[in-house]
């Protein structure tokens, strides 16, 4: 099985710009595409990135997905820091023997 | 719009039993496939399980296999998680979502439910 592993919190201020990280610790992050889920407090996920770069409709384009496969990683970018921003935000891909894997999780903080 | 409501969550003893249930609304609901994940408290998401449009095609997590049971209802426009054997570590919101799967294959889960709370305590 591998893993997916995600700072637990980053921070920054409004307007500026934050990146969130996500590791995959075997096989080529390349291999599946990933998602990135944000969950605002107290509500259910909603997607905002799809197939690692996609963003649904209705996603702001402050949002962007990319991956990086000399680092193993994906990343989700939010641009235009809002405090609407402020939410925990999961990364996740599969491979043919595990459906569904998620990243622990990190926590948005806009302050 | 798209609408999941899951409902059937309490608490229950250690050992205990319950049925979660999962509505759906406008939407084809027999053409997607269907997926619980659940949330402790205070903690990250955890898929538990999956199942084909059909019903015919299911999988679970190594910590709920052989204790959960995925089902649904397309009649019913119902998905269930028949959850037997509860331990503490089960205590979580449960969620129901769907699958959307594209046509090359790619999958990515686009509607969630607002949750339901299963707690496991004596």
């Known amino acids: 099985n591998f893993m997916l592993t995600q700072p637990h919190s980053v921070s920054e201020s409004p307007g500026k710009t934050v990146t969130i990280s996500c590791t995959r610790s075997?096989?080529?992050?390349?291999?599946?595409?990933v998602q990135w889920y944000q969950q605002r407090p107290g509500s259910s996920p909603t997607i905002v990135i799809y197939e690692d770069d996609q963003r649904p409709s209705g996603v702001p384009d402050r949002f962007s997905g990319s991956i990086d496969t000399s680092s193993n990683s994906a990343s989700l970018t939010i641009s235009g820091l809002k405090t609407e921003d402020e939410a925990d935000y999961y990364c996740q891909s599969y491979d043919p023997w595990n459906p569904v894997v998620f990243g622990g999780g990190t926590k948005l903080t806009v302050l | 719009e798209v609408q999941l409501v899951e409902s059937g969550g309490g608490l229950v003893q250690p050992g205990g039993s319950l049925r979660l249930s999962c509505a759906a609304s406008t939407f084809t609901f027999s053409n997607f496939e269907m997926i619980w994940v659940r949330q402790a408290p205070g903690k990250g998401l955890e898929w538990v399980s999956y199942?084909?449009?059909?019903?015919?095609?299911?999988l679970y997590s190594d910590s709920v296999k052989g204790r959960f049971t995925i089902s649904r209802d397309n009649a019913r426009k119902s998905l269930y998680l028949q959850i037997n054997s509860l331990r503490a570590d089960d205590t979580a919101v449960y969620y129901c979502a769907r699958q959307f799967r594209n046509n090359n294959g790619y999958y990515f889960f686009d509607y969630w439910g607002q949750g339901t709370l299963v707690t496991v305590s004596s």
């Open positions: 199942i084909s449009g059909s019903g015919g095609a299911v």
């Open positions: 075997s096989g080529s992050i390349a291999s599946n595409y």
